[in-house]
């Protein structure tokens, strides 16, 4: 009897294993699961099989694009719900409210469809067009606001607690779901991501990166991978340019002033959350990763093992691919894929914004043919 875990991630798979992880895929795939949060999580752990066979390594993607609302968000986001529901925030009929510019606000709008609450947003004005098309065609009410730092009282996240707390007080049924410093989209990745990486790999797994937007995923899978390995599972931050957090891990406390930015939109932070505060001792060391490389990594991940992931994916995944050469060969690497390239699709393939990056050079000539934009 094949007993299921990490091997059958192994390249040379025979004829009779490979058969035994197809139907264990179906067997996997009967039942029902309850309405759209019943759907969220258990996603597949892909193995990445050209860069896993480059480091010699297994590098493996939790595809948690394959959640219904299409990002990791979906599982912070019924966590952050349900949490409101246990502390009798929120009733049948209330409301939601968060300051979110992205998968976050996909993800809170389909649970609250789902569970028949009314979801308000709370953007900055620069976001697209599609961006609000798509939250409000799932039925969130959107408020584009000023786009100002978090300091100044007029920053989205502010806007969204304000209006919370003003419904909350007319009629006591309404939360300001507080993605950043709100430690159950924390719990959603320490009771569910983590759980399913350590049994999908059967407990072989040596290191564990990501980058981070809240901080709850990062947090979350670093508490439970250290908890069950007592400690021997290697965690890394991945960080984009933009981001405070490297020279903070690396310089073990210090944060400096935030500046210059990056493609990859969703993550990066000026600010330790309370999402991170209590894990950050956790992390073992951080990895920067630039745009240039972040990108080339897009076209290298469609062209190689045919997944069509945003840019977060891609320096996750990058990252990744660090760690194990910084872990050596035959160690077994996990990172997240956090959300597909839909949303992104008019910039990430398009000539024209890759040259006001300055990024084309940055992409290999023999994958020009996928910049079809
Ligand atoms: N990638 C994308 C595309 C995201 O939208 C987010 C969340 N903002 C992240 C990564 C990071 O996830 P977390 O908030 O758990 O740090």
Request: glycine share 12%; aromatic share 8%; hydrophobic share 35%.
């Amino acid at each position: 009897m094949f007993r299921p875990g990490f091997r059958r991630f192994a390249s040379n798979l025979t004829s009779s294993a490979s058969e035994f992880a197809y139907t264990l895929q179906v067997s996997q795939a009967q039942g029902t699961v309850n309405g759209f949060v019943g759907a969220i999580g258990r996603t597949p752990l892909i193995r990445l099989n050209k860069l896993s066979d480059e480091t010699g390594c297994e590098i493996l993607g939790k595809a948690e694009f394959m959640n219904p609302g299409g990002s990791v968000k979906d599982r912070a986001a019924l966590y952050v719900i349900k949490d409101a529901e246990e502390r009798s925030l929120l009733r049948p009929g209330g409301t939601v409210v968060e300051g979110t510019a992205g998968n976050t606000g996909i993800g809170l709008a389909h649970v609250c469809r789902s569970k028949g609450y009314q979801c308000v947003i709370y953007m900055p004005n620069t976001q697209s067009q599609g961006k609000i098309d798509l939250l409000r065609l799932l039925g969130a009410t959107v408020h584009p606001v000023p786009a100002v730092a978090f300091d100044n009282p007029e920053n989205y996240n502010h806007q969204a607690r304000r209006h919370a707390e003003r419904l909350a007080a007319e009629t006591g049924n309404a939360v300001w779901t507080n993605q950043f410093d709100n430690t159950a989209n924390r719990r959603a990745h320490i009771e569910t991501t983590g759980p399913e990486i350590w049994a999908q790999t059967n407990g072989a797994i040596d290191g564990f990166t990501c980058a981070t937007g809240t901080g709850g995923t990062l947090a979350g899978v670093t508490r439970y991978l250290k908890e069950q390995s007592e400690g021997r599972v290697k965690c890394f931050l991945a960080d984009p340019p933009g981001s405070v957090l490297y020279s903070y891990i690396k310089s073990k406390g210090a944060l400096t002033e935030r500046s210059g930015g990056s493609i990859t939109e969703g993550i990066g932070q000026g600010r330790v959350t309370d999402n991170l505060a209590q894990e950050i001792d956790l992390i073992d060391d951080a990895l920067h990763i630039s745009d240039e490389k972040s990108i080339a990594m897009v076209y290298r991940l469609l062209d190689e093992e045919g997944l069509y992931v945003g840019a977060s994916t891609a320096l996750n995944v990058v990252a990744a691919y660090e760690m194990a050469q910084v872990l050596g060969p035959g160690k077994t690497v996990v990172t997240v894929l956090c959300d597909g390239a839909y949303r992104y699709a008019e910039r990430l393939f398009s000539r024209g914004w890759l040259q006001g990056k300055g990024l084309l050079e940055a992409i290999p000539e023999r994958l020009h043919k996928y910049i079809v934009l």
